[in-house]
């Protein structure tokens, strides 16, 4: 069950190099023009970390907004150290009942620690029927 307890867990660190390969197939996916930068997106695919306590995706989950600001321009070349946590768990009211909402925020430093980018996801999972989340929100 998914609720406030879990505000704060965060995942172990990530060390990530950002290789052309990678860039290119994530251009060519998108629909757009490779041309050795790494696209603006790109960081949203880091969910190559676990948060513990979590068992994502939920069934019928949706990704329901991405927000991504960098304090620097990435490179291909660049390596990091990544990290996702729960920033956040709320629950709101939609058409078809209690839906949980849950921020994950994933925040890159380079080798110097100087932060790069930060980025936040929010997920929307409708509560299962039985579930008490607002027991635990």
């Not at 307890?5 to 251009?27: D, N, Q, T, W, Y």
């Not at 695919?45 to 676990?50: D, F, G, R, Y």
């Not at 991405?66 to 729960?86: A, C, E, M, N």
Request: hydrophobic share 40%; charged share 25%.
């Amino acid at each position: 069950m998914i609720g406030k307890e879990l505000i704060g867990r965060e995942s172990e660190p990530v060390l990530l190099k950002i290789k052309l390969e990678e860039v290119r197939r994530f251009a060519e996916a998108a629909g757009i023009q490779c041309n050795n930068q790494v696209p603006a997106t790109f960081v949203g695919t880091l969910i190559q970390s676990n948060i513990g306590g979590i068992e994502l995706p939920i069934p019928g989950m949706i990704h329901g907004e991405q927000t991504i600001i960098y304090h620097r321009p990435l490179f291909i070349g660049d390596s990091l150290t990544y990290k996702r946590r729960v920033k956040d768990v709320y629950e709101r009211m939609g058409k078809s009942g209690k839906l949980t909402f849950i921020v994950i925020e994933t925040t890159g430093h380079d080798f110097a620690g100087e932060l790069v980018f930060t980025s936040s996801s929010i997920l929307i999972s409708p509560v299962q029927e039985g579930e008490k989340l607002s027991d635990n929100l």
